[in-house]
């Protein structure tokens, strides 16, 4: 079946450090993906919608320039948090359009 | 937006016995469902889900009933056992293609089965 991976599985990393997450179809095509949030015993929250070949649409309260998302391929969207906080640590988690209701495995976040 | 309820936030019940847990959507565009099993520190499983153009669905023990007129959708699981344990998550989705799939989340039911 379908698979969207993530990587990594988890980071630990220094205030004010950059992380990236790749978000990736392995069998099929997604020009549409979707990034989400999880905080300790919260629901997911959507954070933003990822477009092959164009600019994200950012939920709102969302900064743009903090969550950088790059869609450069059909297979490969990326997630960048730039200049993290202890309050940016949480579960990011993707999923692809063309399956809809399936999750990759998730990025634990831990900033420092 | 969309506006999704859920209730209860627990749930605690003796195995065996049957588990209802509740969401509530507010968007009547919203056509698609899905219900999730999430356990500690893994991602969401989809373990059933229901379009808007049928009432009812079942998969062994679960089942999800869809009331449109109401708005609200229900995940029935009968024959309890423990490893149901976990927290449930219901979303809801305007299911049309590409970006119209992004979901919104009740805020989770932490199921407990009890031995």
């Known amino acids: 079946g379908a698979v969207v991976s993530q990587h990594p599985s988890w980071v630990i990393c220094k205030s004010g450090t950059s992380v990236k997450i790749e978000c990736r179809s392995l069998?099929?095509?997604?020009?549409?993906m979707f990034w989400y949030r999880q905080f300790p015993k919260q629901s997911l929250m959507l954070m933003a919608t990822?477009?092959?070949?164009?600019?994200?649409?950012?939920e709102q309260g969302v900064e743009k320039d903090k969550f950088l998302i790059n869609h450069a391929s059909l297979t490969l969207s990326t997630l960048t948090v730039t200049s993290a906080h202890p309050e940016d640590s949480s579960f990011y988690i993707c999923?692809?359009?063309?399956?809809?209701?399936?999750f990759g495995p998730g990025t634990r976040l831990t900033v420092l | 937006g969309e506006n999704v309820e859920q209730h209860p936030s627990t749930l605690s019940v003796q195995e065996g016995d049957s588990a209802v847990i509740k969401c509530t959507y507010s968007?009547?565009?919203?056509?698609?469902f899905p219900w999730y099993k999430q356990e500690l520190g893994k991602r969401p499983q989809l373990i059933i889900d229901?379009?808007?153009?049928?009432g009812e669905k079942k998969d062994q023990r679960i089942a999800v009933t869809l009331n449109k007129t109401a708005k609200h959708f229900s995940l029935h699981i009968t024959e309890t056992q423990p490893e149901d344990s976990a927290v449930y998550f219901c979303?809801?989705?305007?299911?049309?293609?590409?970006?119209?799939?992004?979901?919104?989340f009740g805020k989770g039911t932490l199921l407990t089965v009890n031995p």
């Open positions: 999923s692809a359009s063309a399956q809809v209701g399936f």
């Open positions: 069998d099929f095509q997604a020009t549409t």
């Open positions: 990822s477009n092959e070949g164009s600019k994200a649409t950012y």
């Open positions: 968007d009547s565009a919203s056509n698609y």
């Open positions: 229901i379009r808007s153009n049928v």
């Open positions: 979303a809801a989705s305007i299911g049309s293609g590409g970006s119209n799939y992004k979901l919104t």
